[in-house]
């Protein structure tokens, strides 16, 4: 419980920024409060405060504000987090919602690089760019509606373009970012006297200390990614294969040819999730997004034709698939890179099928965030670990060995596993099990899905026995990760960070935590820092 000096500098701190920045700024509405403090696997505690900067001038006056009075600071973009990444674990937390921070500051043609605030979705990032054209390297995770560059940034992100590209610090140039006491620093060419932001090494990599730093290190308040022209085609192909290790092979030798924008797979229990998910595939929105990326009338009638008639059918209940897309500056080129990762498959085993899933997500990329639930409501909570390309088929089978001793324990608690594959460049190779179950919704969830999807969904009391089983599994998970040396996005207070630290490697991250925030006021506790 707070004391009494605790709740006065609270009740100062709120007097102050409501003076100095207006009573939009500040929230305190104990709904409110609860929302902000759980994301989408468990509850933290509950923020006493929500400051909602507007500008880098209001996020400089939160901080020092809240530095002068010792108050600790956790930011929060979207909220996609399920690994507690910035849900309060003490109390006297004040929460800084960074989605007002939305705009896109410039987007620089000449230069190519483009500038945003911390708040602005990966969706209107891609929809300002590709107006002229152009496009970042990486281009954000599946939930970019909603999921924030600054989030990104601070968490790093997989998906789109990271198959080429890496993750989100792979395509960041600058930063502004605000210090635990009010200090703005500018990283890369940003943080030379009346230089632009359009490079990152000059010096030591300042720009990399937040990257991936799980918002321990500073506030991001403004980013500055490079820019690329868009590829003017693209292709897609798709393939199913009889077996695990059949699947976890073909993708690790997709990865090291290093053609695709990205690469990704399912293992049949998730295939099958996304099959009943799969409305998408007969939605008439969604197959007129695809006929519009064609470039061509005939072209559009034909990928159209494709996807209404393969349905939910072209895939076997009991396959392994993988999907990839490949753009570049012509459809010759595309096509003859796109043989190669075929044939490939093929080596494997694998077996041709209709390209509907890859075709539909690039043809809609940032689409209603319905699937942080179970087909039918239930709770869903991945865990993910990056491993080498040579250890991805090995840690798959060790999962799949886990889960199949838990099967009793699954079975009695009607809890479904599946997994995600995907690729990071030619070295990253990303296995992301998930677990499904039945479980009581949180607010976080009610908030995001979409409202018509909720009508439809089933209405699950506590199960609190399930959920525990979940944790043991997930805890287990982690423990294969660990002995892959894996690394992981997102650490939050889930991922072992700062205690599997190598000594000298664990002393120099204390000394620049130290340096940046000798308080531990940001984001205490995550990546096991404060």
Not at 117 to 129: F, N, P, Q, R, Y
Not at 255 to 280: C, H, K, Q, W, Y
Not at 466 to 494: C, N, P, W, Y
Request: charged letters at 25%; proline letters at 4%.
């Amino acid at each position: 419980m707070l004391d009494q000096t605790d709740k006065d500098a609270l009740d100062q701190l709120k007097s102050i920024l409501v003076q100095a920045l207006g009573p939009d700024a500040i929230r305190d509405d104990l709904k409110e409060r609860e929302l902000m403090s759980q994301d989408i696997w468990a509850k933290g505690n509950t923020a006493e405060l929500i400051a909602a900067p507007r500008s880098l001038d209001h996020l400089v006056k939160i901080v020092q504000a809240a530095h002068d009075r010792g108050i600790k600071l956790n930011a929060r973009g979207a909220g996609m987090s399920y690994t507690k990444g910035y849900t309060p674990d003490r109390e006297g937390i004040v929460m800084l919602d960074m989605s007002k921070m939305d705009r896109v500051i410039e987007v620089n043609s000449e230069d190519m690089y483009v500038t945003v605030e911390a708040g602005c979705t990966w969706s209107e990032l891609h929809s300002a760019v590709s107006a002229k054209n152009l496009r970042v390297p990486f281009w954000g995770p599946l939930s970019g509606l909603t999921s924030t560059i600054g989030g990104g940034l601070s968490q790093n992100n997989a998906f789109f373009g990271a198959g080429k590209y890496g993750t989100t610090g792979d395509s960041v140039l600058c930063v502004t970012v605000v210090l635990a006491d009010g200090t703005v620093v500018k990283t890369g060419t940003s943080g030379t006297k009346g230089a632009k932001p359009f490079w990152r090494h000059f010096g030591p990599d300042l720009t990399g200390i937040f990257c991936g730093d799980a918002g321990t290190m500073g506030i991001k308040a403004e980013i500055t990614l490079r820019l690329i022209p868009a590829p003017k085609t693209e292709d897609w192909s798709s393939y199913e294969f009889e077996s695990r290790d059949d699947c976890a092979k073909a993708m690790a030798d997709l990865m090291r040819e290093d053609i695709a924008a990205e690469i990704f797979g399912f293992d049949p229990n998730l295939t099958r999730v996304r099959m009943a998910r799969a409305s998408m595939l007969s939605d008439a929105k969604t197959l007129t997004n695809v006929m519009k990326k064609q470039g061509s009338f005939l072209k559009a009638l034909k990928e159209g034709a494709k996807v209404a008639m393969a349905g939910r059918g072209f895939m076997a209940d009991a396959a392994y698939t993988l999907h990839y897309t490949v753009e570049g500056r012509s459809q010759v080129g595309v096509k003859e890179e796109i043989s190669i990762l075929n044939k490939i498959c093929e080596s494997h085993g694998g077996k041709q099928i209709e390209n509907s899933i890859p075709k539909i997500i690039r043809a809609n990329p940032f689409g209603p965030l319905n699937t942080i639930l179970g087909p039918s409501g239930e709770r869903w909570v991945p865990i993910h670990g990056i491993v080498p390309v040579s250890e991805g088929a090995a840690c798959i089978a060790e999962i799949d060995a886990l889960f199949e001793s838990l099967n009793v324990e699954f079975e009695k608690y009607d809890i479904l596993t599946g997994y995600l594959l995907t690729s990071l460049g030619t070295t990253g190779f990303l296995i992301e099990p998930v677990f499904i179950w039945p479980e009581e919704l949180y607010e976080i969830h009610r908030q995001t899905v979409e409202s018509s999807v909720l009508s439809k969904i089933k209405s699950f009391e506590p199960n609190p026995e399930a959920t525990e089983m979940v944790i043991s599994a997930r805890q287990r998970v982690l423990d294969i990760f660990k002995s892959h040396g894996a690394a992981h996005f997102q650490i939050g207070r889930t991922y072992p960070y700062a205690e599997t630290r190598e000594e000298g490697t664990a002393e120099l991250l204390a000394r620049v935590k130290a340096a940046v925030d000798g308080n531990f006021t940001l984001n205490p506790g995550s990546a096991g820092l404060g």
